[in-house]
């Protein structure tokens, strides 16, 4: 099976792109064994702090955040990161060419059942001559992205990464400390039966998605014709895997639960490398307005809508934002 680093050398990314990608997941390759000793590494829990977003942090949330934060800025292919777990950006090596943002730990509400949680990252470009210290480098849209991944600390590791040629989908086996490569070129069905959404929140949807849910559940009698099957993990690595494995509608609509923040997920860690790979593997992702790559982000931690996942699905989905 192959193995990583000469799969990106391949595919014409630099020796710095891959050295990254490679410092990444050295950090997500200790995450997963500190993820997988569960209780025994007694990392489970919160602390008593919050993120700027006003979310307790759980243990693993920082201890992720700080692993990756340290080898990152220590490594220097880093101008400047990111993070879900910081309030602001850090400067990193000033003559760096690459920008980072990541989640490191995304379903950290799973860590405490030892069920599914992940690290989201997205690769930018940083913008020549620039201030490492300067927020502005990291206002460019999802589309700029030179590469986009996650990794799922699931039964097994997977990863999953997209440079601008595809999505492919990597395994780490844990005996030598390799992702082999499993899944070439990951192709997300158009049509799909399944969708996720966090339903519990109905009553607060805007009309558009209460009338496309209530569709979807109304099975083969109702104007969608079909019988469809709904799974949600709670975290979006987990959710968006299985889109990209089997296909699927995964959504996280505006809800008018709390007014001042209609939106859950985040777009520079959470939205845009997940559109990436989405749309890497043939699949849409969408806010109901605007394509999400699209999007000129205005903040690091801006939140958006989220609609992604196989591309007939999603454009029936759109059809009733109208
Ligand atoms: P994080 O753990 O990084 O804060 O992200 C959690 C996000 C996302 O992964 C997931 O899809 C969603 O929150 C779950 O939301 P609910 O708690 O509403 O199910
Ligand atoms: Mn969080
Ligand atoms: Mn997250
Ligand atoms: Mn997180």
């Given amino acids: 099976m192959r193995r990583l680093p000469p799969v990106l050398i391949e595919d014409g990314c630099s020796r710095e792109l891959v050295s990254l990608i490679r410092t990444i997941l050295a950090a997500c390759k200790e995450i997963s064994f500190r993820v997988g000793q569960g209780a025994l590494s007694g990392v ?50 000033p003559d760096a060419d690459f920008i980072v943002a990541f989640d490191p730990l995304d379903g950290s509400s799973n860590t405490d059942i030892n069920s ?47 440079t601008g040629k595809g999505t492919r989908i990597f395994t780490l086996d844990k005996t030598h400390g390799s992702f082999l ?11 799909t039966k399944e969708f996720a959404i966090n339903a519990s929140n109905q009553r607060h949807w805007q009309p558009a998605m209460k009338n496309y849910i209530q569709d ?19 975290a979006m690595v987990g959710d968006v895997h299985r889109v990209l494995c089997r296909g699927g509608l995964f959504t996280y609509p505006a809800d008018t639960k709390n007014p001042e923040k209609p939106y859950k997920l985040r777009l520079m860690y959470e939205a845009n490398p997940m559109a990436m790979l989405v749309e890497q593997a043939g699949g849409l992702a969408h806010t109901g307005e605007e394509r999400i790559m699209d999007i000129q982000p205005n903040d690091i931690h801006q939140r958006v809508a989220v609609i992604l996942g196989s591309k007939n699905e999603v454009e029936a989905c759109l059809a009733y934002h109208k």
């Fill in 216 to 234: 979807l559940l109304a099975g083969d009698t109702g104007p969608r014709g079909k019988n469809f099957n709904m799974r949600w993990i709670a």
């Fill in 116 to 162: 599914l949680v992940g690290t989201i990252f997205s690769i930018m470009q940083a913008p020549k001559d620039s201030d490492p210290a300067d927020p502005a480098i990291f206002m460019q849209p999802g589309h700029k992205q030179v590469a986009a991944g996650y990794v799922l600390y699931g039964p097994s590791t997977t990863l999953a990464l997209s």
């Fill in 44 to 93: 489970l829990g919160s602390t008593l702090d919050e993120n700027i977003q006003g979310e307790t942090q759980k243990k693993l949330d920082v201890l992720s955040n700080q692993l990756l934060k340290d080898i990152l800025l220590e490594s220097g292919y880093v101008k400047a990161i990111a993070s879900e777990e910081e309030d602001y950006t850090v400067a990193g090596n």
């Fill in 181 to 191: 490569l499993t899944e070439d070129f990951a192709k997300i069905p158009e049509d």
